[in-house]
DNA sequence: TCTACTGTATTAGTTAACCGATACACTAAC
DNA sequence: GTTAGTGTATCGGTTAACTAATACAGTAGA
């Protein structure tokens, strides 16, 4: 399951291990009341220090992802769906403002930008 | 003309004073021939290091925008305008393709991605 | 209580980005 | 060639992000 963590990527440990958990809980891999491998034991099998790995699930838990309790485990949350789409949403806005603000520095206005979006979202679509 | 520099900005100084010359070319309050204030005279003005207003020259060279000469000076750059709408593009696409990539991690897929992005351009339009 | 598991906190090392200081190199005009 | 203007290269300090090492703290069951 987390196999393609690569301590050389620039998107770093703790976030790439994040990624991973939040895929599987998008794929069904995991369903609430799961518990997560624990800090040591994933940090073993990745080669990765225990404060990495226990980084990412504190990155998890600030989403609600999941729930970590002291001593027993971190555990998948149930999340009312909606309270989910909600958490999305806020994130895909900040998303697109940083994207704005990016484009707005190098001198790229919104409709350049429109355009490039559709495109590339058109392209991934078709594939 | 380089009021709004700001050394505690998260946005890097030689970054901001490049956009502040994008800004001026596309606003077309300089244009193709003109000098820019020489590496010496506005990081006197700028209080800031020769060499970060150089790293700002560099970087606005490395598009095209500008020619630098050695020992003359860094004068604003006649581009046909179908180069720079080109080159436009190509960045406007990498972006998005990174706005993808930072969604991705996160779980966001396409479809909420765009209907984020319209309701942000949308609200930008009608200000 | 003891043990073996859980997560946590603190500290230090690495790396990369950024920026300043300073000395260097090119060009034009005298 | 000297001078006064240009940009350049190198080096060091600062800061922030990331991760490792290590010691600490909570929980459950024998």
């Known amino acids: ?13 703790y976030e ?4 991973r958990v939040r895929m599987a809980v998008a794929a069904g891999e ?15 099998s990745l080669r990765v220090n225990p404060a990495t790995v226990a980084g990412a699930y ?3 838990a600030s989403d609600g992802f999941v729930a970590i309790r002291h001593g027993q485990g971190t555990f998948v949350q149930e999340v009312p769906r909606y309270v989910r789409d909600e958490e999305r949403t806020t994130q895909a806005v ?3 403002r940083g994207l704005l603000q ?4 190098v ?7 429109a355009l490039a979006f559709n495109a590339q979202v058109g392209a991934e679509v078709s594939e």
Do not use: C, H, K
């Open 102 to 105: 990016d484009a707005a520095r």
């Open 30 to 44: 995991l369903v609430p009341g799961d518990s997560l491998p624990s800090v040591r034991s994933l940090s073993r």
């Open 58 to 60: 504190r990155n998890l």
């Open 94 to 96: 900040q998303l697109v």
């Open 16 to 19: 790439q291990i994040a990624a």
């Open 1 to 13: 399951m987390f196999d393609d963590i690569d301590p050389r990527s620039p998107t770093p440990l």
């Open 107 to 113: 001198g790229i206005g919104t409709e350049e930008l």
